[in-house]
């Protein structure tokens, strides 16, 4: 199943720097991009206004042609890559966690209008990190052009949904060729003597290093009083920070609770959220 990656665009200028990660992620994985345009009833309800019409809203004329363009451009900065277009009556948040289905990755914005509008510090981008059905990036912040150094940053506390994302940050930093930097966040308000951390760290980066050998991976404890907050200035100088859908310990609460969602609102780099895929059909 060649699934491919997904895109969520609107044509705002946040999303076609959405469009720019993706297409860079589709030809890493040597995938198919797909732009996703999902567009409401001019009320916002995907249903036509009158009861006794049949159907739904018709695509539009605009949405097609920027799709068009966004597509053409995309294809002549990158070289080999296949892209399909697309506009979906319904939802835009949705319409993705749909896509998510039969998709090697989501990426979605920081930020939307039209038919994604509130991207992200709305419902939009929060609705796909939560619920999306495989690896979600959240290109933040909204403006800043694809990340060209640095580090891949993943937060370990020792969970399931942490080891997934420390093997998701590995893939990602054998494709950009850098350092996969393991993070585990404590809270010197009940920190150990630091022996956990240091097990938990270890575990982690034999797992990253027996999968991916010659990999650099570096080990990094943080202990504060705000976990969150200091996992957030820790992506300053990443190229990307990889979240574990839930967590627990220094971690409680991913995906809807503190630490991954401060992440997806506020890290200073895009973020993926390790969903694992949905299973083929």
Same mark, same amino acid.
């Given at each position: 199943?060649?699934?491919?990656?997904?895109?969520?665009?609107?044509?705002?200028? *946040?999303?076609?720097?959405?469009?720019?990660?993706?297409?860079?992620?589709?030809?890493?994985?040597?995938?198919?991009?797909?732009?996703?345009?999902?567009?409401?009833?001019?009320?916002?309800?995907?249903?036509?206004?009158?009861?006794?019409?049949?159907?739904?809203?018709?695509?539009?004329?605009?949405?097609?042609?920027? #799709?068009?363009?966004?597509?053409?451009?995309?294809?002549?900065?990158?070289?080999?890559?296949?892209?399909?277009?697309?506009?979906?009556?319904?939802?835009?948040?949705?319409?993705?966690? !749909?896509? @998510?289905?039969?998709? =090697? #990755?989501?990426?979605?914005?920081? &930020?939307?209008?039209?038919?994604?509008?509130?991207?992200?510090?709305? @419902? %939009?981008?929060?609705?796909?990190?939560?619920?999306?059905?495989?690896?979600?990036?959240?290109v &933040? *912040? *909204?403006?800043?052009?694809? *990340?060209? $150094?640095?580090?891949?940053?993943?937060?370990?506390?020792?969970s =399931?949904?942490? $080891?997934?994302?420390?093997?998701?940050? /590995? !893939? =990602?930093?054998?494709r950009?060729?850098?350092?996969?930097?393991?993070?585990?966040v404590?809270? =010197?308000?009940?920190?150990?003597?630091?022996? $956990?951390?240091a /097990?938990?760290?270890?575990?982690?980066?034999?797992?990253?290093?027996?999968?991916?050998?010659?990999?650099?991976?570096?080990?990094?404890?943080?202990?504060?009083?705000?976990?969150?907050?200091?996992?957030?200035?820790?992506?300053?100088?990443?190229?990307?920070?990889?979240?574990?859908?839930?967590?627990?310990?220094?971690?409680?609460?991913?995906? #809807?609770?503190? %630490? @991954?969602?401060? #992440?997806?609102?506020?890290? &200073?780099?895009? %973020?993926l959220?390790?969903?694992?895929?949905?299973?083929?059909?």
């Open positions: 199943m060649n699934r491919p990656v997904v895109v969520g665009v609107d044509g705002s200028p *946040p999303s076609l720097v959405a469009a720019e990660h993706a297409a860079q992620a589709a030809v890493w994985r040597s995938r198919p991009l797909h732009l996703v345009h999902g567009y409401l009833h001019p009320l916002g309800y995907g249903v036509p206004i009158n009861p006794y019409e049949v159907g739904l809203p018709a695509p539009t004329e605009d949405g097609r042609k920027m #799709l068009e363009q966004t597509a053409a451009e995309l294809v002549d900065r990158w070289p080999g890559l296949t892209v399909e277009v697309r506009q979906v009556a319904g939802g835009p948040g949705a319409t993705l966690v !749909e896509e @998510s289905r039969r998709a =090697e #990755l989501v990426v979605v914005g920081s &930020r939307g209008l039209g038919g994604f509008a509130g991207l992200l510090l709305g @419902s %939009v981008g929060t609705q796909v990190a939560a619920h999306g059905h495989c690896p979600v990036l959240v &933040r *912040p *909204p403006d800043r052009p694809l *990340p060209t $150094e640095g580090a891949v940053l993943v937060g370990v506390d020792g =399931e949904s942490a $080891e997934l994302a420390v093997g998701y940050g /590995a !893939e =990602e930093a054998v950009r060729g850098g350092t996969l930097v393991l993070a585990h404590a809270d =010197e308000r009940h920190a150990d003597d630091g022996g $956990e951390a /097990a938990l760290l270890a575990t982690a980066a034999a797992s990253a290093r027996g999968s991916h050998p010659g990999l650099t991976v570096e080990e990094r404890s943080i202990t504060s009083a705000k976990p969150d907050q200091a996992l957030i200035e820790a992506t300053s100088d990443a190229a990307l920070v990889v979240a574990g859908s839930r967590g627990r310990g220094g971690f409680a609460g991913l995906l #809807l609770g503190s %630490v @991954s969602q401060a #992440l997806v609102q506020h890290a &200073r780099c895009p %973020v959220v390790a969903h694992p895929h949905e299973p083929a059909l």
